[in-house]
């Protein structure tokens, strides 16, 4: 398996514009989560799904924020309209229900609003 | 808000010394989990603890465990420079887990 994969790995945008960022996770892991890494407040969960279903939103930041799951192989996170301090490391990963081998992380992508 | 508070918050060391990282939580837990994150990359899973154990080993990673005090700690034994990159607590199980704040290690050759 080519582990969690994440598009793109960069990302420049202007204020105000809308960001998609994808995650493919590894076939079989039923749990997909969201993370968003910042030096001012670490790794923050902010969404997780459980079989393509969104099981705990309580971390999205903001209305502007929203994912989604449509199938097992697929995710996106949004984020419009975008803003400066949206700029972060959002990473994906994904785990099975057994959770023996820990998260698998993606290599994230690094989004600058400007 | 994190659940596992990592101290030191920084380490540097020389080649072949032990690095020490120690990890404190709030809440009763049912494992905690140690992961690695190099410059720029993801993080990568180190190990996993459960509640009723109190030490494990894998290659030259030592964790230990002690739920009375809410505290882990990982040993890198022997390090070497390509064990530069920050180090993760996490607890919460398969379905939310949360991470500390990490501790920055650097390693000299």
């Known amino acids: 398996d080519a582990g969690v994969i994440q598009s793109p790995r960069h990302e420049v945008t202007e204020m105000g514009q809308e960001v998609t960022l994808r995650c493919k996770p590894i076939?079989?892991?039923?749990?997909l989560f969201w993370y968003r890494q910042t030096m001012m407040r670490g790794l923050e969960l902010l969404i997780y799904?459980?079989?393509?279903?969104?099981?705990?939103d309580s971390g999205m930041p903001e209305d502007r924020f929203s994912a989604k799951m449509p199938n097992a192989s697929f995710s996106t996170l949004k984020i419009q309209p975008s803003e400066p301090r949206d700029s972060a490391v959002y990473f994906c990963?994904?785990?099975?229900?057994?959770?023996?081998?820990?998260?698998?992380f993606g290599s994230g992508t690094r989004l600058t609003v400007v | 808000s994190q659940q596992g508070e990592e101290d030191p918050q920084a380490l540097s060391i020389q080649e072949g010394e032990n690095a020490t990282m120690n990890c404190s939580y709030k809440?009763?837990?049912?494992?905690l989990q140690w992961y690695r994150q190099n410059s720029g990359r993801g993080l990568v899973h180190l190990i996993l603890?459960?509640?009723?154990?109190r030490e494990k080993h894998s290659g030259r990673l030592r964790v230990t465990l002690d739920t009375s005090k809410k505290s882990s700690s990982l040993l890198i034994t022997a390090s070497r420079a390509a064990d530069t990159a920050s180090y993760f607590c996490?607890?919460?199980?398969?379905?939310?887990?949360?991470f500390g704040a990490g501790t920055r290690l650097a390693v000299h050759p």
């Open positions: 990963a994904s785990s099975s229900r057994t959770g023996v081998g820990g998260y698998t």
């Open positions: 076939s079989g892991h039923d749990y």
């Open positions: 799904f459980n079989n393509n279903v969104p099981i705990d």
């Open positions: 809440t009763s837990i049912n494992n």
């Open positions: 603890i459960r509640s009723n154990e």
């Open positions: 996490a607890t919460g199980g398969y379905n939310k887990l949360i």
